[in-house]
């Protein structure tokens, strides 16, 4: 059963986004791409660990929207359809 309320950390350095659940080992590594715009893992760690609120794909999940939103704010990537410029 996931758990709604739980939400996934999010830092940026340099060209990567970090993103993790705390409490877990869970940890995902975005690395920003130039051509085309975008972002690729980079590495991830995601133990096995039967007392983490959400399961693993439920992390990775989550994991990727809260990247991509990221990566939108900083002018990244843009909603397809979109300039950059707005």
């Not at 950390?9 to 995902?28: A, N, R, S």
């Not at 939103?69 to 979109?82: C, L, S």
């Amino acid at each position: 059963m996931t758990s709604p309320d739980v939400d996934v950390l999010v830092h940026l350095m340099f060209d990567e986004i970090i993103v993790t659940l705390p409490g877990t080992g869970y940890k995902v590594i975005y690395q920003r791409i130039a051509d085309p715009p975008g972002l690729v893992v980079k590495s991830e760690r995601i133990p096995d660990d039967p007392f983490a609120p959400i399961p693993q794909t439920e992390f990775l999940a989550r994991a990727g929207i809260a990247a991509a939103d990221k990566a939108r704010e900083f002018g990244w990537i843009v909603q397809k359809g979109k300039s950059p410029c707005q």
